[in-house]
């Protein structure tokens, strides 16, 4: 396992009411990265997209060109997966899916290349044309992705190795309510208008215990401290299993402040 650096991340203890909308999940991402499992991981950066019934979640000047709706699929069982990576090529534009794998955004004119990441899938690159209005993107399992495993650690006919990755364990749409009903928004940044993502490292070890945990994407030192508090403060995480044995697992979690 990587370790990673420890940041001192003391709760935080707010009277600021939690930033709550009730009819939307936050696009909160969780990736995943162990010496076990991919180190290909999903991250959120500047938002500039808006979920799909229209509540803003632009953090810098919208783009001007042409507007792109749809939703991403596993392509095995036709559900909408949530908090999968997308970006327009040779942008600033990215954006994840909302809890049932939605999205909405803006392609600036020029630019027609959409990658589309999310940990255990093959990464898909899509051509948009100036027809495209809404798109279905149907993703496939990448085994590389989920089996990285050393081959001296099974016998020598390289037997495929079963992983399951750490989730929270209340379930991934459950766990995105419990953020967007106690992240609490700074003050001091809500007086500033400072919106954007914070992404959040952590280890969950075997016992499920969430430790080393570290900023790996800064908004403020406010905003940071409020992301690590509602994820420790947060419900347990089921640790990953390697052939039914639990394994520490890196995780990150990309957390979005927006007024």
């Given at each position: 396992?990587?370790?990673?650096?420890?940041?001192?991340?003391?709760?935080?203890?707010?009277?600021?009411?939690?930033?709550?909308?009730?009819?939307?999940?936050?696009?909160?991402?969780?990736?995943?990265?162990?010496?076990?499992?991919?180190?290909?991981?999903?991250?959120?950066?500047?938002?500039?997209?808006?979920?799909?019934?229209?509540?803003?979640?632009?953090?810098?000047?919208?783009?001007?060109?042409?507007?792109?709706?749809?939703?991403?699929?596993?392509?095995?069982?036709?559900?909408?997966?949530?908090?999968?990576?997308?970006?327009?090529?040779?942008?600033?534009?990215?954006?994840?899916?909302?809890?049932?794998?939605?999205?909405?955004?803006?392609?600036?004119?020029?630019?027609?290349?959409?990658?589309?990441?999310?940990?255990?899938?093959?990464?898909?690159?899509?051509?948009?044309?100036?027809?495209?209005?809404?798109?279905?993107?149907?993703?496939?399992?990448?085994?590389?992705?989920l089996r990285e495993?050393?081959?001296?650690t099974f016998n020598?006919?390289?037997?495929?190795?079963?992983?399951?990755?750490?989730?929270?364990?209340?379930?991934?749409?459950?766990?995105?309510?419990?953020?967007?009903?106690?992240?609490?928004?700074?003050?001091?940044?809500?007086?500033?208008?400072?919106?954007?993502?914070?992404?959040?490292?952590?280890?969950?070890?075997?016992?499920?215990?969430?430790?080393?945990?570290?900023?790996?994407?800064?908004?403020?030192?406010?905003?940071?401290?409020?992301?690590?508090?509602?994820?420790?403060?947060?419900?347990?995480?089921?640790?990953?299993?390697?052939?039914?044995?639990?394994?520490?697992?890196?995780?990150?979690?990309?957390?979005?402040?927006?007024?």
């Open positions: 396992m990587d370790t990673a650096v420890v940041l001192d991340a003391m709760a935080v203890t707010s009277t600021d009411k939690p930033m709550v909308n009730e009819n939307v999940p936050l696009p909160t991402t969780i990736a995943h990265s162990n010496s076990l499992l991919a180190k290909k991981l999903v991250t959120g950066t500047s938002l500039t997209a808006k979920s799909v019934n229209g509540i803003s979640l632009q953090s810098v000047p919208a783009y001007t060109g042409q507007i792109v709706t749809g939703k991403v699929l596993d392509a095995a069982s036709g559900q909408g997966l949530p908090g999968v990576s997308m970006r327009v090529k040779n942008t600033t534009l990215d954006m994840v899916t909302d809890a049932d794998g939605n999205f909405s955004f803006t392609v600036p004119t020029g630019k027609n290349e959409l990658i589309i990441n999310y940990v255990g899938y093959s990464t898909q690159k899509i051509k948009i044309k100036p027809t495209d209005k809404r798109l279905v993107v149907q993703l496939k399992p990448d085994a590389n992705q495993v050393e081959v001296s020598k006919e390289n037997i495929p190795a079963t992983i399951i990755p750490t989730k929270p364990e209340i379930g991934q749409k459950a766990f995105y309510q419990y953020i967007q009903q106690n992240l609490h928004y700074p003050e001091e940044a809500r007086r500033q208008k400072q919106e954007g993502l914070v992404e959040v490292g952590f280890t969950v070890t075997e016992a499920g215990e969430l430790t080393d945990f570290k900023i790996l994407k800064s908004l403020n030192a406010a905003c940071d401290a409020e992301a690590i508090r509602v994820i420790k403060e947060g419900p347990p995480w089921q640790p990953s299993l390697l052939q039914g044995q639990p394994q520490p697992e890196n995780v990150r979690v990309t957390i979005p402040f927006k007024l």
